[in-house]
């Protein structure tokens, strides 16, 4: 069965102090690969995708990246307002259309 | 550029009963997708439509649940009868190119509680 693991559950963050979320998937036949930004009482906000392993992208203090079995999300001197849940998000070949969201990291960054 | 909306944002029902979402989706997008999404959970996919034809429902229980897209552009999702489990987020998403477009744009959701 195809599977999106997502870790940490929960991370704390001094404001400044670098880190990365990970996305793993067991899934056949990548699609893509995205991560959306979700705040409390918001609907996903969409930030990346990723198509093929060693492909990155960048966008202000987040980057992106894919290997054939995960992906990173790193943040770079995170700021309070980057505090947010990170989803990842895979689509697979094998099953149509279907996109398999993970749980999500909730990120905190402290001030 | 408006965003995709959604009405109700909440609402409140007993077992049973039946209840409506609506979603409008972002002028011009051809794509509109429904999601669930259970407190502490990822989204799950429902349904997709491509204008107004049904692209993907196969994690859509068809027992209770039921969608409509007139016209390719607003849609309606429909839960009859609801039950407990079925307290939740519900979700619509737009997307500005074709059934395997990826850049999905959210509206803020349906917080359902289901009593």
């Known amino acids: 069965e195809d599977q999106v693991t997502q870790s940490p559950e929960a991370l704390r963050l001094q404001e400044g102090e670098s880190s990365s979320l990970n996305c793993s998937y067991t899934?056949?036949?990548?699609?893509?690969l995205f991560w959306y930004r979700q705040d409390p009482g918001k609907g996903p906000e969409f930030l990346f995708t990723?198509?093929?392993a060693g492909e990155e992208k960048e966008k202000e203090r987040l980057k992106a990246t894919l290997t054939k079995k995960e992906s990173f999300l790193h943040i770079t001197a995170p700021k309070p307002e980057d505090s947010a849940t990170y989803l990842c998000a895979v689509r697979t070949s094998d099953t149509g259309n279907q996109f398999y969201f993970g749980t999500g990291t909730s990120l905190t960054v402290i001030p | 550029e408006a965003g995709v909306a959604q009405s109700p944002r909440y609402k409140i029902i007993e077992k049973r009963q039946s209840v409506a979402f609506w979603c409008n989706p972002i002028s011009g997008h051809a794509t509109l997708y429904w999601y669930q999404q259970i407190l502490g959970q990822g989204p799950k996919l429902l349904i997709q439509?491509?204008?107004?034809?049904?692209?993907?429902d196969s994690q859509l229980p068809k027992d209770r649940f039921s969608a409509e897209r007139l016209k390719g552009v607003d849609s309606t999702l429909k839960i009859q009868p609801a039950k407990l489990e079925d307290s939740a987020v519900y979700l619509c998403?737009?997307?500005?190119?074709?059934?395997?477009?990826?850049?999905?744009?959210f509206g803020p959701g349906t917080r359902l509680t289901v009593t």
């Open positions: 990723l198509y093929s």
């Open positions: 439509f491509q204008n107004n034809g049904v692209v993907d």
């Open positions: 998403a737009s997307s500005p190119r074709g059934a395997f477009a990826y850049e999905q744009y």
């Open positions: 899934v056949s036949g990548l699609r893509g």
